[in-house]
């Protein structure tokens, strides 16, 4: 959509505000998607869920490439935007529940390294229909991406169901073929197995090829909204705040305004014309697909915490230099300055660098690590929805905010969010490399049955983030 809503706009005629709207409307239709997730994995199994994401992308793909006007477009979005909900909800929990510990991360990254994939083959699909005729482009540009859709159904079709999943509908003998498969010995599958069984709150000498789960009174659904949203202990809620404070500062920094109107930058910054400016743009998503591989290898080696202090660090200075380079450019109208120029293209491209080294990949990552099985998908789900509402937020806003405040001073405003992130994200996020997912809760005060502590340390620690955001004694921290 970022090269194909120039060539809408001039075909269609519409307005600068449709053209936000059409932009970011996708991620507000996808919290439809996101919400129902949760609850659909939790019911038919999270491989399921994946293929039926995928014929949300197939029918949208196809009535955006077969659109005769805005309505249709803005149809195809809205069916689009369901299987964006149900993908960037799916993708990550299915991969944390079937990876073994020491690959987690690099596993888990894959979802934000094939999206990122997707960006640039959107990007290099923009470049190659740019020169057909106009009515025809945009077109092709939204319609081929049907084809990887097919390609998810097949392939998914294939895969192993999350043993995670199986177990806590009592499947035990399949859940222990799937783990024989991806654990090294026979004896960590059993052991990886009775570590689910606890978080599943299946009683250790309960046994057999399928069991009863025992369900807790009120409704297992209700018993999940109650224990993460209504009623949360002190340890969930700092999970959720972690989890929370992860998925709304990815998108509070801007980076969806820079992958969707990167080519109003360029032109922005100075560069003219539509192949330049798709040039430009491709440049962008191989720099950002480049640096995200890079990424792969070292949540595992390096840590999730530190890779997102450096990311945040980085996305800081580069959208300094991205909101000072169009400021002088901006206040210069008549008069091309180079070296302005040059100081916004470096900035983007440091700037989707350091997106794509931390805050991108590690979202995913950390976030289903942290929450806890009983609550993964519906908590996942949450946390989605409400970074997918900043994203149509920011995306819907930006070209009437930079009217308003010029290009410059939205980077500016962009910036100063970021630096609230980076002091998060350093006072309230601890290290979670390594660890089982059954092992996550001693981070947040939460014993491997899921209850309490029986001392006061997780109130404490409930605390403790607040206290050191607002500069007081933190008292001790679990890390």
Known sequence: MSGASLYIQKDLEITDVQVEILMGILSIYSIIGTLAAGRTSDWIGRRFTAIFAAFFFFAGALLMGFASGYTMLMLGRFVAGIGVGYAIVIAPVYTAEIAPASARGFLVSFTEVFINIGILLGYISNYAFARLPLHLGWRFMLGIGAVPSVLLAVLVSGMPESPRWLVMKGRLADARVVLEKITDTPEEAEERLADIKTAAGIPDDLDGDVVVVPRKRGGEEKQVWRELILSPTPSMRRILVAALG????????????????????????GLTGDHQLLAATCAMGVVKTLVILVAMFLLDRVGRRPLLLCSTGGIIVSLVGLATGLTVVDQNPDARIPWAVVLCVASVLVYVSFFSIGLGPVLGVYTTEILPLRVRALGFAVGEAGNRLVSGAMSMTFLSLSSAITLGGTFFLYAGIAVLAWVFFFTCLPETRGRTLEEMGSLFGVTDTGAEAEDAAPATQDASCWARLLGASPGPRVD
């Open 246 to 269: 992860v998925f709304l500062f990815q998108q509070l920094t801007g980076s969806d305004s820079v992958v969707l109107y990167s080519p109003r930058v360029f032109e922005s910054a």
